[in-house]
């Protein structure tokens, strides 16, 4: 199962059976509104803080994956989750009122695939018939955590990028109808110096560059394997560092192959700065729009290559550099094998 160095390939291709997408209102008003299974208008979601929405955002997700899936949660053996709040209290919260037995991942916005990738392993290694995993942020809290509280009303450079308030999760299972997972590349930490927490995408490209290039290496295939290669929430700044990157390394891809996650979920008109960030970005992008599009036919292969940050508000106020991860996850089209 293991190919090259850092690669799992998975033979009994485990089945992402179903997926469950929430947003928040700005969400509501952004590109993919469509491919959300819930969209609330109220940042709050009818809690007294932003954390404990940030945990409905997480638990209605599952919710959502569950019911569609036809499911009982009892049915289900593991739940792999994460978010960025300190010590993942929403998603372990969530896990709470789930009942699901809990693996907490912090992966910081690499989370959404690094769940997939060892939930995939598990069940290809036939460790559960049914597990659940995803990832989710919520704009307030976030902020508030690693920048400024929202209501400070603080300006930001244009490199700066918008936490997004979602969570998006999905249910993976050894048989069933839906897209299958066919290898995971596994990151590794890479730090080229940078130290500021309004230019993540820049920090987080040389991150994403080494794994999808490890990707290629240990699978011996090239783009052309793929019709759409998207990463995380690197935004305008860090999409555009990583396209020079591979340039600079002889990877080249054909229009449109090589996405970002943070640059499809708003509009243009939506005051984002850099794009879209936080670790329910890939996740609901993912999870909805792109499996949408894969179910509509329009994606046969795809690569997710979700991108992390892995500072702390402490490790910044030490003046700590920016230590950043990747994790790529292959899906593809039931019956494309």
């Not at 919710?63 to 009892?74: F, G, M, P, S, V």
């Not at 950043?324 to 494309?336: D, N, P, Q, Y």
């Amino acid at each position: 199962m293991l190919v090259g160095h850092r690669t799992w390939k998975f033979e009994n291709k485990p089945v992402l059976i179903s997926t469950g997408t929430v947003g928040g209102p700005f969400e509501a008003n952004g590109k993919l509104a469509n491919d959300f299974d819930t969209l609330h208008d109220d940042l709050w979601i009818g809690q007294d803080s932003y954390e404990k929405a940030h945990r409905v955002l997480m638990e209605e997700a599952c919710q959502q994956a569950i019911e569609k899936a036809h499911l009982q949660k009892e049915k289900i053996e593991f739940m792999l989750a994460g978010d960025l709040v300190n010590q993942i209290t929403p998603s372990s919260f969530a896990s709470r009122t789930l009942e699901i037995p809990y693996f907490g991942l912090f992966g910081a916005c690499s989370t959404s695939m690094e769940g997939l990738a060892l939930g995939a392993f598990i069940v290809n290694a036939k460790g559960a018939n049914y597990i659940l995993t995803g990832s989710s942020s919520h704009n307030s809290a976030i902020e508030k955590q690693f920048r400024y509280p929202t209501e400070y009303g603080a300006q930001k450079p244009p490199t700066a990028q918008w936490t997004v308030t979602a969570a998006g999760v999905g249910i993976l299972a050894q048989q069933g109808e839906g897209p299958v997972i066919t290898s995971a590349t596994i990151g590794r930490v890479v730090d080229m110096g940078l130290s500021d927490p309004f230019n993540m995408g820049a920090a987080m490209a040389p991150a994403a560059v080494d794994t999808i290039e490890a990707h290629f290496r240990d699978l011996q295939i090239d783009p052309s394997h793929y019709d759409l290669i998207a990463t995380g929430d690197l935004g305008k700044i860090g999409h555009s560092i990583a396209e020079d990157l591979f340039k600079k390394h002889g990877v080249t891809f054909e229009k449109g192959q090589f996405d970002d996650c943070g640059l499809m979920i708003y509009k243009d008109d939506q005051p984002v700065m850099s794009g879209a960030s936080g670790s329910g970005c890939s996740a609901a992008v993912a999870y909805g729009h792109l499996i949408n599009r894969m179910k509509k036919g329009e994606i046969k292969r795809m690569l997710i290559v979700a991108t992390g940050a892995l500072l702390s508000p402490l490790s910044f106020q030490q003046k700590e550099s920016i230590p950043c991860i990747a994790h790529a996850v292959s899906i593809e089209a039931g019956g494309v094998h």
